[in-house]
């Protein structure tokens, strides 16, 4: 087994050798390449493999090419991932080929080329791949390559590290033409009698190839490392440069980052989300990210910060996701009034000149024109779009692009893309054509919402419906098990994006202050608070305690009131509104016996929630209350003694309440959980955004529980 130390061999000879096609190693060997993040990272780069196959109508040897398609990622790749291609087909597309202007229209001809009819959409890089006469080709964005590949002398350091071994074809926008530029680097080289490992691509990426799927990888690897080790050597008698030019400021402490980003996280989420704020469905923001990763620090603490992070990335991928340049802060400025409000607008007029001074007569409409990475020494990267997924991965090509300037600066000098090139990859008209066949978002994407007492009954269906219709969801209770168990449910359902979790005691101040910082860490705010966390006494006047008493108003109560009163203070930093719902319960409407404790407190929820509504209506903050009533499947009113309680007032076993509670109702049904969190949906899907102060029984009709 070969070992290298700046990159993962990862091949299993007896697992491969079990594979016995070479369709199959090839997604292996791909697989394995997008498990190291240090040789590309999510999304990006191809891999393909060329073999002989039957004509499905000829029946005669054609060969094939199998690549990653379009949209995939090589860590996660399947068949069904890959796009199979004629290669004669693919080949004679050179005889239309009528130059670099008609680049686009080359794309649409690829359909032309299919072998299998079930495959994904071939990629950009299909013709890349094509033109290179390998078995098995990598294409893959190393931070180490990439770091020369943008080195201002990039070329001679490819040239002089590799001697002569690795071709340098200069930066060209992925298409047909570059596909031809690779085969002729190709054929040069042979000319002279040197037979290539691989080509780099000016500010992109690297080739590599093989004739088998382990020689490529192998080749792949050998390549990487030896990129990764390379380091000039300092002038005669000098030093070596400290790294980003040495530091400039120190780091806050992991306990100070975090809080001051906590604090932080909601404005700029506001911020973010100036183009968002009229959505339909009202207090739609971006969803946020933060980090304050070791690489990040190191880049954001440095005397050369200011230099290097207006210039931008290089790498097209790591461009597309973190945008033209980053917002940079000065934390000697954070207290001035006014401060982030002026250098958002800055940024935003800097986007416009941008988009202005490089457009086309058939560019797209400009986007959004707030930034995606936000860079606060000190403390950290804040990265912002318009899901979790999309801001993690913005924040991990940052990283990438960190790596990379590094590594430039280390060898050489730094050079970013053009700005008309940086341009003209974000306003690709292939680029705005894939944007728009992305799906319609869901009511709930782009907000946040944390459901009180979330990890079972109740509050887990509100939250499982939110999750369901887009939303990031903040889990909690006072039970870590309990949580822990509902986490591993959610991720496995809806993905580790779309949950986070913290404990959350809704009669502790702390708590309340802490679980609000972890929604602002891992989404950048909240948006809808569900207040959903209870209990349930079912005592005479006359059994009833102090304890008890205060027990019930403590959680139902001043619980309710707390968390809303924190909420308020996030949502109002974020500035676009947001909804409060409360679940309460029909015995705030109804009088019953052996109820004096809980429904006196239900109805001091109720009115606490009209209160609300009327002085939050100004801050576009929705409150609503849902009135459940007998909710007895899988949830937790029942613990305690609650179901004997209610069994003994009326006169009958505990395993008659739920015919007994259905029975009374005017539709004779059933509640279940579910029916709640269609309920609590209802109020903040959209459809009643200009609605507030509103009650909504969902108690399968109880006359007495009537409004009006």
């Not at 100070?256 to 700029?268: G, W």
């Not at 992070?309 to 934390?331: M, N, W, Y």
Request: proline fraction near 4%; hydrophobic fraction near 40%; glycine fraction near 10%.
């Amino acid at each position: 087994m070969k070992t290298y130390k700046h990159v993962s061999y990862l091949w299993d000879d007896a697992k491969a050798a079990q594979i016995n096609n070479e369709v199959d190693l090839f997604i292996y060997r791909s697989n394995l390449l997008g498990t190291d993040l240090r040789l590309t990272n999510y999304g990006g780069g191809n891999t393909s493999v060329k073999i002989t196959d039957k004509d499905p109508l000829t029946g005669k040897d054609v060969e094939v090419m199998w690549i990653k398609g379009s949209g995939g990622d090589i860590g996660t790749l399947t068949k069904s991932g890959c796009a199979a291609l004629y290669m004669d087909r693919l080949l004679a597309l050179e005889n239309v080929y009528q130059g670099i202007e008609t680049e686009d229209k080359m794309v649409e001809l690829f359909n032309h080329c299919i072998f299998d009819l079930a495959s994904k959409a071939p990629s950009i890089d299909t013709p890349l791949h094509g033109f290179l006469p390998f078995n098995h080709i990598d294409h893959l964005h190393p931070d180490a390559a990439i770091a020369i590949a943008a080195a201002k002398d990039g070329a001679k350091i490819t040239e002089e590290l590799f001697n002569g071994e690795i071709g340098w074809v200069g930066w060209q926008r992925p298409g047909f033409d570059l596909g031809l530029q690779l085969r002729t680097c190709l054929n040069e080289a042979a000319a002279k009698g040197i037979k290539l490992k691989g080509i780099m691509l000016g500010s992109h990426g690297l080739f590599t190839w093989g004739d088998t799927a382990y020689e490529s990888y192998v080749n792949t690897l050998d390549v990487i490392e030896k990129c990764a080790e390379y380091s000039p050597l300092p002038p005669e008698g000098g030093t070596v440069r400290a790294t980003f030019g040495g530091q400039k400021i120190s780091s806050l402490s992991k306990e100070e980052r975090l809080q001051k980003a906590s604090k932080m996280a909601p404005i700029l989420r506001g911020l973010c989300s100036s183009e968002m704020k009229n959505s339909p469905s009202g207090g739609r923001g971006a969803i946020g990210h933060f980090t304050d990763d070791a690489r990040v620090l190191e880049f954001i603490n440095s005397n050369d910060l200011a230099k290097l992070a207006p210039l931008g990335t290089s790498c097209p991928d790591h461009f597309l996701r973190t945008k033209i340049a980053p917002l940079v802060l000065e934390q000697a400025k954070l207290e001035e009034e006014g401060y982030l409000d002026s250098v958002f607008e800055e940024y935003r007029q800097g986007y416009t000149t941008y988009y202005e001074t490089c457009k086309h007569a058939n560019s797209p409409a400009m986007r959004d024109p707030n930034p995606v990475v936000i860079l606060y020494p000190g403390v950290g990267m804040f990265t912002f779009s318009k899901d979790k997924n999309t801001a993690r991965l913005a924040s991990e090509y940052y990283i990438n692009a960190i790596n990379v300037m590094k590594g430039a600066e280390a060898i050489s000098e730094y050079t970013a893309l053009p700005r008309q090139e940086a341009f003209n990859i974000e306003y690709w008209l292939l680029e705005e054509a894939k944007l728009q066949r992305m799906p319609k978002p869901k009511a709930l994407s782009g907000r946040v919402a944390m459901v009180t007492g979330s990890a079972g009954g109740i509050g887990k269906a509100i939250a499982k419906k939110f999750a369901e219709e887009g939303a990031c969801v903040v889990l909690n209770d006072i039970n870590e098990e309990r949580l822990a168990g509902a986490k591993e449910e959610f991720i496995k359902k809806f993905g580790k994006d779309s949950v986070a979790t913290t404990l959350l005691n809704v009669t502790d101040a702390k708590s309340i202050s802490a679980a609000m910082d972890a929604a602002a860490l891992a989404f950048g705010g909240v948006d809808i608070i569900v207040n959903n966390a209870g209990i349930s006494i079912s005592k005479s006047i006359e059994n009833h305690t102090l304890e008890d008493w205060d027990k019930l108003y403590d959680i139902l109560v001043k619980g309710q009131f707390f968390v809303t009163q924190a909420a308020v203070e996030v949502m109002k930093k974020q500035g676009f509104g947001g909804d409060i719902v409360n679940i309460v319960s029909k015995n705030a409407l109804v009088s019953g016996p052996n109820n004096a404790g809980y429904g006196s407190a239900k109805a001091a929820q109720l009115h606490l929630s009209r209160l609300n509504a009327a002085e939050l209506g100004a801050d576009k903050i929705r409150v609503n209350t849902v009135n459940p009533d007998a909710v007895i499947a899988d949830s937790n009113i029942w613990a305690g003694g609650w179901a004997e309680g209610r069994a003994k007032a009326y006169g009958i076993t505990v395993e008659e309440l739920p015919a007994y509670y259905a029975k009374r109702t005017l539709l004779g049904e059933s509640i279940l959980p579910d029916d709640i969190a269609n309920a609590c949906f209802a109020f903040v899907g959209g459809l009643l955004s200009k609605s507030t102060g509103n009650v909504l029984n969902v108690d399968g009709g109880v006359a007495m529980a009537f409004v009006r």
